[in-house]
């Protein structure tokens, strides 16, 4: 597809939710999306099944890792959240279990909302400190609990805002200043109730 450069719009939202990620096919000339269904793709130049083989490679190997489809949902989610790019998952648990088992390893600590998805919940219960990883949940809308949990080997800070199921509101830009002070890596925001329309969290960490 001949998605447009991401840089050059100046679309409001509700015109970047129906065509950003789009643009017109090269070959059939479609104007809508196409929906790919094949798993594997013919490479111009030889490619390995990994993605660890992808640095510096554009096109599409094997579905497990993107088709076009999905990479002109991903395009348009990068738009609406105003981001560098985006990784689109089969499940929002998918994506969730690959972000706390990517970054956390044996030995750091998590800061999580005490009010949460039940799924996220129950991984960051059950599963992270089988792991070696710690765990502390509190409530992350008192930022002075944030920062009296936080230690040296506190990787990651979880904020759900508005969070679910009660709707309650974390200072997104307040906990961006305190990972700073406190040597936080990672922030992870989950706005999945605001969605990109009502809240767009990496606007607010800088």
């Known amino acids: ?24 096919d090269p070959t059939t000339r479609a ?48 738009v609406l959240e105003d981001a560098e790019d985006a990784q689109a998952y089969a499940s929002g648990m998918a994506a969730t279990h690959a972000l706390l088992a990517g970054r956390l390893s ?18 960051v219960r059950d599963s992270l400190p089988r792991w070696g990883i710690e765990v502390t949940p509190l409530d992350t809308s008192d930022l002075a609990a944030i920062a009296n949990a936080a230690r040296p080997e ?23 200043a305190l990972k700073r002070d406190k040597g936080i890596r990672d922030l992870v925001v989950d706005s999945t109730f605001a969605s990109p329309l009502g809240c767009r969290p990496l606007d607010l960490v800088d």
């Open 154 to 176: 506190t990787r990651m800070l979880w904020i759900e805002t508005p969070a679910n199921p009660i709707m309650r509101l974390t200072d997104i830009a307040a906990c961006a």
């Open 31 to 78: 104007s809508s999306p196409n929906l790919v269904m094949s798993s594997t793709f013919a490479p111009e130049e030889m490619a390995g099944f990994s993605a660890r083989n992808r640095e510096g490679y554009e096109g599409f190997v094997y579905g497990r890792l993107s088709n076009p489809t999905v990479r002109q949902l991903e395009e348009k989610l990068a």
């Open 1 to 24: 597809m001949e998605s447009e450069d991401r840089s050059n719009r100046a679309w409001g939202p509700q015109t970047a939710a129906v065509h950003a990620g789009e643009g017109i």
């Open 106 to 123: 044996v030995g750091d600590h998590l800061i999580v909302s005490d009010s949460n998805y039940v799924g996220t919940a129950e991984l």
